[in-house]
């Protein structure tokens, strides 16, 4: 059933953030560490699983798969939510700010990029048509 | 009008996937016969909804952007945290563990690096513009972080809010760049592999810009980059008002 890998999907949010609430906590800052981070884990250890007890469907794979689908239409609303106008205005010192942060991060990819050996392929997406 | 109105702000995430099927629409139709599919149509729905977000600012002065305008109140709704988290994860469906785990150490030393890194340029820059008081100093270097992380650490160290809000457009120039410059710099600095995806995140560490950024240069990269950057504003949140504070302090005083 969908439901099923809605479900899982919404049970692995939810433990996630849970857990970045309480390292939150327990670090004593006021913010939740990476709960989505642990949730993406989470599913992705589930998801690799190979047991025959836990294995799913396709069809309830589908129920992961239509939310993973939609991400950039989410990203794009998320886009059009920003207070860019606040952004454009925030003074010279902010945008300069922004900008040398972004251009020296960029500038390390290419170095910390390197450390971990060979690059692995990408796996496909069910939209196909990306690039 | 005003029934059709009320109908729209009553079903308001309904009246967001239509928006935002328009746009998606609009912008692959864009892509396809204006750029023959060189900028890819996701990058152009990216850039239009910041444009569109320009525009509701700029109409009603309000903070959220298109969302303002009443009748597309719904957009925040699809475009907000719970959702674009809820999406996220799923991105994760199927990733590859074993590149996960070959990146996994340069992954977590980016997050580090890239949190100091940014607060650094963003504190130089506020010396740079005048600014003597350590306060104001780690205030906007921890904007330069992320918009969470500045006025997390402005409002622990007891920053004004002009302060704060400084840090803030810091943190949102950042998120905004990332979405857009992206898929323009990817090829030069190798971002083309899931490994490099982890280690982008966890450098800029602005979840919407990352996961923007990287859904409109390869979507298949999203999950990897969007991981690493969900630790990055916790990191932040740590590190600025503790350490990267007195580091400050001893230096300017």
């Known amino acids: 059933m969908v439901i099923y890998g809605v479900s899982l999907l919404a049970f692995c949010m939810l433990f996630g953030v849970y857990v970045g609430d309480l390292l939150g906590e327990l670090l004593g800052v006021q913010a939740n560490v990476g709960g989505v981070g642990i949730s993406m884990l989470l599913l992705i250890v589930l998801s690799n699983v190979s047991s025959k007890r836990f294995h799913l469907k396709p069809v309830s794979e589908s129920g992961i798969q239509f939310w993973s689908a939609l991400y950039i239409p989410i990203v794009v609303a998320m886009a059009a939510k920003q207070n860019v106008a606040a952004a454009l205005s925030g003074g010279w010192m902010a945008l300069t700010a922004g900008v040398a942060a972004v251009a020296v991060s960029f500038l390390l990819i290419p170095l910390l990029s390197r450390f971990g050996g060979s690059n692995a392929p990408l796996p496909e997406t069910i939209e196909g048509s990306e690039p | ?253």
């Open chain 2, 1 to 253: 009008m005003d029934a059709l109105s009320q109908l729209l702000v009553k079903n308001g995430i309904i009246t967001g996937f239509v928006f935002v099927g328009v746009v998606m629409w609009f912008s692959y139709w864009l892509s396809d016969r204006i750029t023959r599919g060189r900028i890819h149509g996701s990058a152009i729905a990216i850039g239009l909804g910041l444009v569109l977000a320009w525009v509701g600012g700029a109409v009603t002065g309000g903070n959220k952007g298109i969302a303002d305008i009443t009748v597309f109140s719904g957009v925040a709704l699809l475009g907000g945290a719970m959702f674009r988290d809820f999406a996220i994860i799923a991105t994760a469906y199927g990733a590859n563990l074993d590149a996960i785990k070959k990146a996994g150490i340069a992954g977590a030393l980016s997050v580090v690096i890239g949190v100091v890194l940014s607060f650094v340029v963003g504190a130089v820059t506020a010396v740079l513009f005048g600014y003597t008081d350590p306060v104001a100093i780690s205030t906007i270097g921890a904007g330069a972080a992320t918009y969470i992380v500045g006025p997390v650490t402005g409002t622990a160290l007891g920053a004004s809010s002009d302060l704060i809000a400084l840090s803030v457009a810091a943190g949102l120039v950042k998120s905004v760049l990332v979405m857009v410059a992206t898929p323009l710099v990817a090829s030069s600095i190798g971002l083309n592999n899931p490994q490099s995806a982890m280690v982008y995140g966890g450098l800029m560490g602005t979840t919407s810009g990352v996961a923007g950024g990287l859904a409109a240069t390869d979507a298949r990269l999203v999950p990897y980059g969007a991981m690493t950057a969900t630790f990055y504003t916790g990191v932040g949140c740590l590190l600025a008002p503790s350490v990267l504070f007195f580091a400050v302090k001893a230096l300017v005083a």
